[in-house]
């Protein structure tokens, strides 16, 4: 059994650590689309996450490290221009005017792609971290 003052000290110790520090990233409310969202390229050849879900007329910035990567979107109305080249140790953003989903494609390593979910309202859905669904 833990005596009072302990106990007392655990919950002032557990709330500090609850609040926001500077520089934290903090998410959307539950059932809320942020309008901004960054997709890493990593050097184990995956988009992470995929997928990710942004409000529409959002933004996504894609952050390529030290591996080269390239991201083309497959043909569909709405889908914002193809990131092209060797990008390494660099950031491209695209905006996402259109609700949809979007998939793409890593050009230099087969079978790396990923998907962006577009939403024009957000629904709760805990299995799956929330989001719009076309």
């Known amino acids: 059994m833990i005596s009072r003052p ?3 000290t655990f919950v002032a110790l ?3 650590c609850a609040g926001s520090a500077a520089g934290t990233v903090t998410a959307p409310p539950p059932g809320q689309l942020g309008t901004t969202a960054t997709v ?3 050097p184990a050849i995956a988009f992470n996450p995929s997928p990710a879900r942004i409000a529409q007329g959002g933004t996504i910035t894609f952050a390529f490290g030290s591996v080269a990567h390239n991201v083309y979107f497959d043909a569909v109305a709405g889908a914002p ?3 092209p080249g060797n990008n390494a140790s660099a950031s491209v953003s695209r905006t996402f ?17 990923g998907t ?3 939403g024009t309202t957000a629904t709760s859905d805990t299995t799956t ?3 719009y669904y076309p």
């Not at 005017?97 to 792609?113: E, F, K, L, R, W």
């Open 6 to 8: 302990y106990a007392f």
């Open 14 to 16: 557990l709330s500090a």
């Open 40 to 42: 890493n390229a990593t």
């Open 81 to 83: 221009a193809d990131i």
């Open 97 to 113: 005017m259109s609700a949809g989903t979007y998939v793409y494609n890593c050009h230099i390593h087969p079978g790396m792609s």
């Open 116 to 118: 962006i979910v577009v």
């Open 129 to 131: 971290g929330g989001g």
